[in-house]
């Protein structure tokens, strides 16, 4: 069976049909030798808008005939998504809460991290961290500091979706400054229903 049929008549080939033979192939592969074909004076039509119309066979300039095209379903085949995988493609259309993922502590992290806030930075890192963190941060020279907040601005992030492993998980994270890129996998720990940066 053909994927499309299309047979284009003209008004002259019409009226030839009458009066010669004609071989007619079906689209179930029938071949039907006929010797004498008889049209109708009027051919009966039905419009897209379910409208009923005769027209005279000698109005007509041409005919095509063919297959409407098939619909792709928009839906396809059932799959099965675990939890995690619902939860993180629901998460993408609501607000989320400072540390509710491992994507969104990261992301608050380099907000915080961008308006130089130590306190903010401290914060998402997780609570036996957090001492150490601090320090290493405040040892930094305030101008150190000041280029690291300018470079953090200039660089671009991309966070996959995160792994997880019962109360850890683990998000790798591309940076990319000009044509330099640098992929970093880090990894947190779930605190009071919290994500927090282990290291």
Sequence with gaps: MKSYLILIFTLGMFYSL????????LQTGEV???????????LGVTLENGQHQSIQMD???????KERPRITPLIKQKTTLSQEEVKN???????LKPFETPKQTFLTWKQKAEEGSIDGMVECYASFRQKDVRKQLKNIKRKE?????NTMRMMSFVASDPLYQENQAYLEVTWTKGLQSENQVLKFV??????????
């Design 89 to 95: 493609a629901l998460d993408e259309f609501r607000e």
């Design 145 to 149: 500091r000041n280029e690291m907040q």
């Design 59 to 65: 109005e007509i300039q041409s005919i095509v005939i």
């Design 190 to 199: 779930q605190e009071n229903q919290e994500w927090k940066i282990i290291e």
């Design 32 to 42: 039907i030798e006929a010797k004498k074909t008889d049209l109708p004076s009027a």
């Design 18 to 25: 009458s009066s010669f033979g004609i071989q007619i192939e």
